[in-house]
């Protein structure tokens, strides 16, 4: 599978066909698939959730290397919750906003993981609410990622009613076959 270069943080080893399927993972593989297939268009936004090593960060990169097969032209983008609060705070420093808006909203795919990491920080949550609702209104995928589910993010409840608009996948911890 060959790859286009893109300045978007994709892992490009992180694809579907090394992903181990099993029980455990199935639903959330397969909806991934899907999402690559379709984005915007089905599940969306896609939420991943489920603790540490369990495969959700995978997942995100496989998406944004088969879309990058699927679609050539899409501009993808995977972050940290971290990174993102990291870029807003910088770009209001440096009076960089429409720089910073520019980057995410122009986006055909955005995939952003440890969504949990955004808890205490309201400002950040504020401008995420106002991307994820550009991004949807005009068909953009965005993938979500967290170590738990929406109902136990300390985040503000617009998000997370946002979060629930699309498809849930909850990844279990994999059984010893797998």
């Given at each position: 599978?060959k790859?286009n270069?893109?300045?978007?943080?994709?892992k490009?080893t992180?694809?579907?066909n090394?992903?181990?399927?099993?029980n455990s993972?199935?639903?959330?593989f397969?909806c991934?698939?899907v999402?690559?297939?379709?984005?915007?268009?089905?599940?969306?936004?896609?939420?991943i959730?489920?603790?540490?090593g369990?495969?959700?960060t995978?997942?995100?990169?496989?998406?944004?290397?088969e879309?990058?097969?699927?679609f050539?032209?899409f501009?993808?983008?995977?972050?940290?919750?971290?990174?993102?609060?990291?870029d807003f705070?910088e770009?209001?420093?440096?009076?960089?906003?429409?720089?910073?808006t520019?980057?995410?909203?122009?986006?055909?795919?955005l995939?952003?993981?440890?969504?949990?990491?955004?808890?205490?920080?309201?400002?950040?949550?504020e401008?995420f609410?106002?991307?994820?609702?550009?991004?949807?209104?005009?068909d953009?995928?965005?993938?979500?990622?967290?170590?738990r589910?929406q109902?136990k993010l300390?985040?503000?409840?617009?998000?997370?009613?946002?979060f629930k608009w699309?498809?849930?996948v909850?990844?279990?911890?994999p059984?010893?076959?797998?």
């Amino acid at each position: 599978m060959k790859i286009n270069k893109q300045k978007n943080n994709i892992k490009k080893t992180y694809v579907f066909n090394r992903f181990i399927v099993g029980n455990s993972n199935r639903f959330a593989f397969e909806c991934a698939r899907v999402v690559a297939k379709y984005p915007g268009n089905k599940f969306n936004p896609l939420f991943i959730c489920r603790g540490v090593g369990v495969g959700k960060t995978y997942l995100m990169h496989a998406i944004g290397n088969e879309l990058k097969c699927n679609f050539p032209k899409f501009k993808i983008l995977y972050v940290t919750s971290e990174k993102f609060t990291y870029d807003f705070i910088e770009a209001i420093k440096s009076n960089t906003i429409s720089k910073f808006t520019n980057k995410y909203r122009n986006v055909d795919c955005l995939l952003i993981d440890d969504i949990q990491f955004l808890a205490g920080k309201h400002s950040s949550q504020e401008e995420f609410y106002n991307l994820f609702n550009t991004l949807k209104d005009s068909d953009k995928q965005i993938v979500i990622a967290s170590d738990r589910p929406q109902n136990k993010l300390e985040i503000e409840e617009k998000l997370i009613s946002r979060f629930k608009w699309g498809n849930t996948v909850d990844i279990q911890q994999p059984d010893l076959e797998t």
